[in-house]
């Protein structure tokens, strides 16, 4: 495997179910992200990680759990969520190191339908 | 703070004509610049990037773009559209900071092509 990526990338679940998605990176970056994607909205940072500690939470619902084991490997769990949830969510990931300019590297999603 | 702007949410052009999208940007800081380009079904795939120097940048696939201080502007060209060009295409801006680099996506921009 290279690059980022993702499982599942399709999920649906019930308002009641507990799942998780999980992200796995391969380029040895140190910096991990997840996004959300709704239709017609940009997209939406929600947690950002730095050398597997939390640095950002924008302001995201409780209903969203993040988990981020190592550098490599970053998880969303899910519980009890609402249909207007239903988005794709991307995971990204980037060296994060002193003055030079690394970018994000995009996984292609995990397409989530609430119902 | 920063933000993105990007005019048109779907652009057509013909195959073979001039591509032109359009983003503007707010930020209180230097800012770094990024195109990225969506497939159907896929994650984000970065086009090119600003960060200092050259104020004309060249990305893959024969794209350019042009950041212009005095307009606040960093609008995405290529000379001639070919049709695997369809795609949604995202204008982003980050804060010239390191480490903790967060960026900010406009609501993108439906490129279609036409035979």
């Known amino acids: 495997e290279t690059g980022v990526t993702q499982t599942p990338r399709h999920l649906v679940m019930g308002m009641t179910n507990k799942k998780s998605l999980k992200c796995e990176q391969h380029l040895g970056h140190n910096a991990m992200y997840w996004y959300k994607q709704s239709a017609k909205k940009p997209l939406e940072l929600m947690f950002v990680?730095?050398?597997?500690?939390?640095?950002e939470n924008n302001s995201v619902p409780s209903r969203f759990s993040p988990e981020c084991p190592n550098s490599s490997h970053l998880f969303l769990h899910l519980h009890t969520l609402q249909p207007e949830d239903s988005a794709l969510y991307l995971c990204a990931s980037r060296l994060a190191r002193g003055s030079s300019y690394n970018e994000q590297f995009f996984g292609p999603g995990t397409r989530l339908t609430v119902l | 703070a920063q933000s993105v702007t990007q005019l048109g949410s779907h652009v057509s052009v013909s195959e073979g004509a001039l591509v032109l999208l359009r983003c503007n940007y707010s930020s209180s800081v230097p800012p770094y610049l990024f195109w990225y380009v969506q497939y159907p079904n896929q994650g984000l795939q970065l086009l090119l990037k600003y960060t200092t120097g050259a104020t004309l940048v060249k990305g893959i696939n024969g794209f350019e773009a042009e950041f212009k201080k005095s307009e606040t502007s960093f609008h995405l060209t290529k000379p001639s559209a070919h049709m695997s060009d369809a795609a949604e295409y995202f204008c982003a801006v980050s804060a010239a900071l390191f480490g903790n680099e967060k960026l900010t996506f406009g609501t993108g921009t439906r490129l279609t092509i036409i035979p």
């Open positions: 990680y730095n050398f597997k500690e939390q640095t």
